[in-house]
């Protein structure tokens, strides 16, 4: 019921918990009950905590009540000995049948929620859903780690990463997995982070503002994750980094990035595909660089289609392409800062793109095929070293 329930930790440097769920049960918060952490029960930056601690499968958490860490009133209130070490809720082992749904997490010291599976050798986390529930100034808001069968939706997320950059939702070693309709702000990493290996995951109808990077995919060593579909997000404003990245390392395979909008990207690029395989950036919306542009690519085979490139400001580029064998169809560009389309590849086909700046291949590529584009500015081809068909384009200033 309604009322502020002072909890502590059971065993502090042996289990950390206050609440143990080591049973199956349907553990209900009600609307205007508030679990807190005791003033002073964290008292140097060794110590870890856990809110509530979930041991146990087929466990229930729901109800509009709050979960306060109480980060202001610990005498030490750091996040701890690492990021994982301070959390609201810890599901810990190869569970099963998993919900949290309504609940308020607030003024967490580390993470909000992380889900911990074990690994691929013993068993991992399964059929788990996290929905309508509200993060609040946490420094990491939900982590998966070693999940499958992972229903993220409806969530909202506001983070507090005044004490070093982390993601808002952070998806490890996770297959079939959706992260959708969410609203996300303030994380100086990415609003959501999909790396290490995993498949079948969809990120989906997220709002995302004023984060680091938008939405990151990829793994900078090891293996990166494959089958991801990362469609219809807003991410206003990234801050430091990309709107969405591949990243840079062993990146991904089959990655498909549709139909988002991404708006007032103020450091780097909208799009930006360091590394991976088998890439398609198709119907995308992007508005507003401050500098940068608004798609680098330098994945071979990367296919770049039917998007909106709009006020890209500075020198930067509409689509900077780097990579070999990759086609550039039907994007419309306009106020570009510098060139409409700059090829830094071979064997590219370049075909029915209609944009207000100047198509320029000018490293020494070769092989490229530029066919049925509307250009007001023409097409600069000094640099390449083996003719260039540039037949049907129209309009523009020839260097040839």
Wanted: net charge negative; glycine share 12%; aromatic share 4%.
């Amino acid at each position: 019921p309604a009322g502020t329930y002072i909890v502590s930790r059971v065993d502090p440097g042996t289990t950390n918990y206050c609440l143990n769920i080591n049973k199956s049960l349907h553990l209900h918060i009600h609307a205007g009950a508030t679990i807190k952490l005791a003033d002073g029960d964290i008292t140097n930056a060794t110590d870890p905590a856990y809110m509530i601690y979930i041991t146990a499968s087929n466990v229930y958490v729901s109800g509009f009540g709050k979960l306060d860490m109480n980060k202001s009133g610990q005498t030490d209130s750091t996040i701890g000995p690492n990021i994982n070490s301070r959390i609201g809720i810890f599901a810990d082992g190869a569970l099963d049948n998993l919900a949290i749904k309504d609940i308020e997490i607030y003024d967490a010291l580390g993470n909000g929620i992380y889900l911990n599976g074990d690994d691929a050798t013993t068993g991992v986390m399964t059929n788990v859903s996290i929905t309508n529930t509200r993060v609040n100034l946490a420094r990491e808001g939900i982590l998966f780690h070693w999940a499958n069968n992972v229903r993220c939706t409806n969530n909202t997320l506001f983070c507090d990463n005044s004490t070093g950059a982390q993601d808002a939702i952070e998806v490890s070693e996770c297959d079939n997995f959706i992260v959708n309709n969410n609203y996300i702000q303030g994380a100086l990493g990415s609003g959501v982070d999909i790396f290490a290996a995993g498949e079948q995951c969809t990120c989906n109808g997220n709002v995302i503002v004023e984060c680091g990077n938008g939405i990151a995919v990829g793994n900078t060593s090891g293996t990166g994750p494959s089958s991801v579909t990362v469609a219809g997000n807003v991410i206003e404003s990234p801050l430091t980094t990309f709107g969405i990245s591949v990243t840079t390392g062993v990146g991904a395979d089959r990655v498909i990035i549709d139909g988002n909008i991404i708006r007032d990207a103020q450091s780097q690029h909208c799009i930006d595909i360091r590394t991976g395989s088998n890439i398609s950036v198709i119907n995308n919306l992007m508005d507003t660089t401050s500098i940068g542009d608004g798609v680098i690519n330098f994945v071979d085979g990367t296919l770049i289609s039917g998007n909106n490139i709009f006020n890209i400001g500075g020198s930067g580029k509409g689509i900077r392409n780097d990579g070999d064998n990759c086609t550039i169809s039907n994007n419309k560009m306009l106020t570009i800062g510098g060139d409409g389309i700059e090829l830094n590849g071979a064997n590219n086909f370049v075909n029915g793109n209609n944009l207000s700046a100047e198509i320029i291949d000018d490293n020494g590529t070769s092989n490229i095929k530029i066919n049925n584009n509307v250009t007001t500015s023409g097409l600069d081809n000094t640099g390449a070293t083996t003719p260039i068909d540039h037949d049907n384009i129209i309009g523009g200033v020839w260097t040839v």
